[in-house]
């Protein structure tokens, strides 16, 4: 068996295990998701995805983003130093969650927007992000290890353990504030984690504290933030604008629709989480054509996924939703859209990341936030939730066209190996497969026909390339 064969045996098992992993999730969050959301009802399942938002900002200001820099890190350090490396990471992490929340603590009564969330839930949320920012570091840790069966093992049990201690909790909880039983699923499993997590990395890494590491790691992770910051805006400023306009009843059928849509980004994320280390390498070794090859192949298994996934949404969610979010149907179409482009993305981010070009993924993506932010303000008041999901999806085409821009025309050290007519047929191919989606898609019969066609298609190609990417 040649280089060539073990590379795409490795990358093979990989993606099958990751993708199997997502699908785990998944199925539990299917079967999960809408006992939740039925037992709160619309606008307690709406306040938990404002929590949730809070959460995501906290984990990734008071997390400082380190976990981004392991990436570049295994081109800077040798292997036998990233254990020190990543845990070197962890005590700046630790320290500056305990800055952080010391700091918001104290301050805290002197902002009147701070002063009036609750106490209980404030701290709720900082061991909420920090055990789950832990949970991040180490599936990250796997992932770059080539470890994807400990990252399954890990993501299902927090998952399960997670749901279904919310759903017990929330069934014994007094109606009054019964999404505190939600909240408590989340912080006892991440308070576990918490502890554990820092424990295993200290163990194998022995470093706490050393210079040179916070120096490297500080210098690429503060854009990062400004970057993951940006990228909360992209996919949360919605629901928050939603909020404020429109009521928790509106968020709450729009989340969980988004929640739902969901499934393709997670499916993304682990399709993603397993290119990006065989995308270094060949990024590293300088050969185009090979990568190339892959890419081609990538991009075709996820615009035929999202395929697939439309064409099933529909009678889906019929079943994953009970009645009174039936209305997030119209919106699926344009979170699809969305969620397309910022897997394309994807491409000109990471070739970013590998050319440690930090500030420049932060500036594309918080140009993209900005246009968010205004079309959101200015769609939700003509056309309510669905002018909000639409207004993310055409941020999420600046988002694409920002970062491809900067990847080929900012950056010299490396030559970005994409050009826009490469991903121009595929573009639009979903855009022409959305108008007939429009018209087909209460059809069941025929979009179930379809998506067995389109299922067909790719496992034959799969088999034919003897690789899934």
Same mark, same amino acid.
């Given at each position: 068996m040649d280089d060539s064969d073990c590379m795409k045996n490795k990358v093979n098992k990989i993606v099958i295990v990751n993708i199997l992993s997502t699908i785990l999730v998944k199925v539990v969050s299917a079967i999960t998701a809408p006992i939740i959301s039925r037992m709160l009802g619309t606008s307690y399942y709406g306040i938990i995805s404002l929590y949730t938002t809070c959460v995501t900002i906290i984990t990734i200001v008071f997390g400082l983003q380190t976990v981004g820099t392991f990436a570049i890190a295994r081109n800077e350090y040798d292997d036998k130093d990233q254990n020190n490396y990543q845990s070197a990471c962890m005590g700046l992490t630790i320290v500056s969650f305990l800055v952080m929340s010391c700091i918001v603590i104290t301050i805290k009564p002197l902002i009147h927007t701070l002063d009036s969330i609750n106490n209980i839930l404030f701290v709720c949320a900082i061991i909420?992000? !920090?055990?789950? %920012?832990?949970?991040?570091?180490?599936?990250?840790? !796997?992932? %770059?290890? *080539?470890?994807?069966?400990?990252?399954? +093992? #890990?993501? !299902? !049990?927090?998952? +399960?353990s997670i749901s279904v201690l919310s759903i017990i909790l929330i069934y014994i909880?007094?109606?009054?504030?019964? *999404? *505190?039983?939600? +909240? #408590?699923? %989340?912080?006892i499993v991440y308070i576990i984690a918490a502890i554990g997590i820092p424990i295993y990395f200290f163990r194998i890494g022995k470093v706490f504290y050393n210079k040179n590491y916070w120096k490297f790691c500080l210098g690429l992770s503060i854009p990062i933030v400004f970057h993951n910051l940006s990228s909360v805006i992209m996919g949360h400023c919605d629901i928050l604008m939603l909020r404020a306009l429109m009521g928790y009843k509106i968020v709450g059928i729009y989340s969980l629709a988004a929640s739902f849509c969901g499934i393709l980004e997670a499916v993304q994320s682990a399709l993603n989480h397993s290119w990006i280390p065989f995308y270094f390498d060949f990024l590293k070794i300088?050969?185009?054509?090979k #990568?190339?090859?892959?890419?081609?192949? *990538? +991009?075709?298994?996820?615009?035929?996924?999202?395929?697939?996934?439309?064409l099933l949404a529909t009678p889906v969610y019929y079943i994953y939703a009970s009645k009174e979010y039936w209305d997030g149907i119209q919106l699926i179409l344009m979170f699809v859209l969305g969620y397309y482009f910022s897997f394309l993305y994807t491409f000109p981010a990471n070739f970013e990341f590998f050319s440690k070009n930090t500030k420049v993924v932060a500036i594309s993506t918080f140009a993209s936030a900005l246009i968010n932010v205004f079309l959101n303000y200015l769609f939700i008041k003509k056309m309510g939730s669905f002018g909000a999901v639409f207004a993310t999806a055409i941020a999420n085409i600046f988002l694409f066209v920002f970062h491809h821009l900067a990847a080929s025309r900012i950056i010299k050290i490396e030559k970005y190996p994409f050009r826009l007519k490469f991903f121009l047929p595929y573009i639009i191919a979903v855009l022409l497969f959305s108008v007939l989606y429009h018209f087909i898609k209460e059809n069941i019969i025929l979009c179930v026909g379809l998506a067995v066609f389109d299922g067909g298609f790719l496992?034959?190609?799969?088999?034919?390339?003897?690789?899934?990417f």
């Open positions: 909420h992000s !920090f055990g789950s %920012y832990c949970v991040t570091i180490l599936n990250t840790k !796997f992932t %770059y290890e *080539y470890k994807a069966t400990q990252n399954m +093992i #890990l993501s !299902f !049990f927090t998952t +399960i909880w007094p109606n009054e504030n019964i *999404y *505190y039983g939600r +909240i #408590l699923g %989340y912080v300088g050969d185009h054509d #990568l190339k090859c892959h890419a081609n192949n *990538y +991009i075709i298994l996820f615009t035929g996924i999202t395929f697939g996934f439309l496992v034959l190609k799969m088999v034919k390339n003897k690789s899934i």
